[in-house]
Every structure is written in C-alpha cells, then in structure tokens.
C-alpha cells in the first residue's frame, strides 16, 4: 500500500437511524469536530423507516454547516444491517467509519483511523465507552473493553476499507444483532489468507455511546439482560431475533 499525506485519504462517516431525533445531532457534531481536513470527510445519514424528526434535524443541521458533506439517503426497510449497506454505497471515501446515531466519536478518531490504515490495517474496531458519568455505565463498557483486549475480540463501531467491504458484500442483511461482529470474522478470514495484518482494535480515540439499553429496567437490571444478548450473539444465539433499542 502506497503511503500518503493523510489529507489525502477521503474519509466516510455512514449513519444509520432510525428515530433518533434525541441524538442524531450529537452525533453530526462530532464529525464536524474532527480533527481532520474538512474537505477529505463525508458524513451519510441513512434515514431508516423513522417517524419522527430525524430527517429534518439532519437538513437543518447541513444547512447550519455547509463545510460539511454531509447527505441523508432513506432506506425505508426496517434493519440496521440493511441501513448500513445502503449507507456504505452512497460512500465515495477510502475508509468508512460506522457510527451508531446515538454516539460520539473523540475528536482525533478519524485521524487515528487514517493512521492505522497507512499502517496496513484496512479494517478495525474501535473502542467503545459510554457517554455518562455513571460508574455502572461506564463500568459496563470497560468490562465489554476485556473482549478485544484479552481475546481479540472485533465488533461493535469499527472502521473498514470501502473497496474491501463492496468485495465482501458488505453485512449479513438478515442479521438483527452481532452483524458487525459477523462482517469483522470475515474480514479477518481475507487477511489471513493473503497473509496480511489481522483487523486491528484502536484505542488511542473512542467513541461515546449513549447507555440508554442500559436503562431499560429499573436498577439497572438491563445490565444483564444486554450482556447475555451479547453473549449470546456472540456464540452465534439469537442474531435475527427481534431487538429494540438504537438503530
């Protein structure tokens, strides 16, 4: 892989939501607020089936911040697998950040990105805390955080070569939970046969996730509830099973 200046690698930053007027424009605030060239990064919003003001907010948001490439594509099926692919096409970027829409990205994420990329890593997950001052909540996440540490564990938000996830095809559409963690166990099967680096875990940035699933049940019983989910998903139980929460 030929080395370049990292303003010249165009970054894209795929959405998708489903009813998130609550958060989606934390979410765009962050990518505005990276510390990235502006004109070397795009936002996609996927507008997934909602039915609230998720699309106004994110057109009032462009207009408020036209250095921005910022675009919102509908995808009227229902699915968070199915929104992610539609997003990943509209993609013109190099490397694709997924982000969920009720999350944060640290200001030098894009830019850690970039450099694992130059570094020969075209794929990577990305750590994932939670955006409260909770110490149950936050907690949680840095428990989850034992799973890429300790077993090389991918999934979650991560960040991929676009060309690479096209030859992929991209997520398991009929999946309702796990699809990154599926799409990620690919990726590391291309790599190994081609005798590349394996899919990286970045923990110098982060992205802040809101603890809302958490909060389901009264004293945090959903603690349990989403850990055995997880669990579960992630031996392969339970991935096209319904699941609420965030798209």
């Known amino acids: 892989m030929t080395k370049r200046h990292d303003a010249d690698v165009r970054v894209s930053v795929v959405i998708p939501a489903h009813n998130e007027a609550g958060y989606i424009e934390a979410a765009l605030a962050s990518v505005i607020a990276q510390d990235y060239p ?11 089936a909602s039915t609230d003001g998720t699309a106004r907010i994110v057109k009032e948001f462009a207009a408020r911040h036209e250095g921005l490439d910022l675009r919102i594509v509908t ?18 970027g190099a490397i694709i950040i997924f982000l969920d829409a009720d999350s944060r990205m640290s200001e030098r994420l894009a830019r850690d990105v970039v450099a694992q990329y130059h570094a020969g890593a075209p794929a ?10 909770s110490w149950l909540e936050r907690g949680f996440f840095d428990l989850m955080e034992l799973g890429p540490r300790l077993f090389g564990i991918r999934s ?6 676009r060309a690479l996830f096209l030859a992929l095809g991209g997520f398991d559409e009929t999946l309702n939970l796990a699809e990154d963690l599926e799409f990620l166990r690919r990726v590391k099967k291309r790599l190994r046969r081609k005798g590349s680096e394996t899919v990286r875990h970045i923990r110098t940035s982060v992205i802040a996730t809101s ?8 004293l945090h019983l959903s ?8 669990a579960l998903a992630h031996a392969g ?11």
């Open 38 to 48: 502006s004109h070397c990064l795009e936002c996609i919003v996927v507008d997934n």
């Open 124 to 133: 990577g997950s990305i750590r994932i805390v939670a955006d409260s001052d």
């Open 223 to 230: 603690l349990i509830t989403v850990f055995t989910r997880w």
């Open 237 to 247: 139980i339970g991935r096209k099973w319904s699941y609420s929460g965030k798209s």
């Open 156 to 161: 979650q938000m991560f960040y991929c070569d």
């Open 211 to 218: 603890p809302r699933r958490l909060r389901e049940r009264p």
């Open 75 to 92: 995808e009227p099926l229902l699915g968070i697998a199915r929104a992610k692919n539609r997003g990943a096409r509209q993609a013109t």
